[in-house]
């Protein structure tokens, strides 16, 4: 699901302090709480839907998420750990961490990769992920063996696992399909080519061998 709205909480044992950004408009929209969970989905509900919130995981647990996500506020608890952070930010404040969480979620898998725009090609970030094969050769000997599984594990094991629930592409029912063309030509044309895409691979690929 696309998200219109990405909410981070910084939560304590009586408070939430709120940063919502709304992505359309890149605004920020700041509340405060006391630990109530109902509070919290009632506001997220006056602001642009749909919506999703994030909180770090903390004493708190997770009683706060399964309230939220019964109330219709899709929630998910971040790994402190897992957390990137500026070098030398120093100013911690709780507004300053909700603000943070509500980016880091906004931005959610893209995060771990940085700018998209610095890598030449598919292939070059394919290989920063490790997600190409391993190479031992010397002189006239051409020997290639499992992927280098270099890089970060998260973001290739997303990559796989869009891989295999792509194998057969998504086809467009024919009123959206025209709507697509009419609002855009080019851009379902490229659409329609990066979707047929592994169409046309996973053969050539089976056919030397080569396991899905």
């Not at 790994?79 to 030398?88: E, I, N, Q, W």
């Not at 990559?159 to 086809?171: F, G, K």
């Not at 609002?183 to 691979?201: F, H, K, N």
Request: charged share 25%; with cysteine; proline share 5%.
């Amino acid at each position: 699901m696309i998200y219109s709205t990405s909410i981070g909480l910084d939560v304590h044992a009586r408070s939430i302090c709120a940063s919502a950004l709304v992505h359309a408009t890149g605004e920020i929209v700041r509340s405060s709480f006391g630990h109530d969970a109902a509070s919290v989905a009632e506001w997220a509900r006056s602001l642009p839907q749909p919506c999703r919130a994030v909180y770090e995981s903390g004493p708190t647990g997770f009683e706060l998420k399964r309230s939220l996500d019964s109330l219709g506020l899709p929630t998910v608890v971040g790994a402190v750990t897992k957390m990137l952070r500026p070098s030398g930010d120093r100013a911690r404040t709780d507004r300053r961490d909700a603000d943070f969480l509500a980016r880091m979620l906004a931005v959610g898998n893209v995060a771990e990769c940085g700018d998209l725009s610095r890598f030449r090609s598919a292939r070059a970030f394919m290989s920063f992920v490790g997600l190409v094969p391993s190479e031992s050769s010397s002189g006239e000997s051409v020997s290639r063996g499992a992927i280098t599984k270099a890089g970060n594990s998260h973001v290739r094991r997303l990559l796989v696992e869009a891989a295999r629930h792509h194998e057969r592409p998504l086809r467009a029912a024919p009123a959206a399909a025209k709507a697509a063309v009419a609002r855009d030509g080019r851009l379902a044309q490229e659409c329609e080519r990066r979707d047929l895409r592994p169409d046309r691979r996973f053969p050539a690929l089976r056919a030397r061998s080569k396991r899905g």
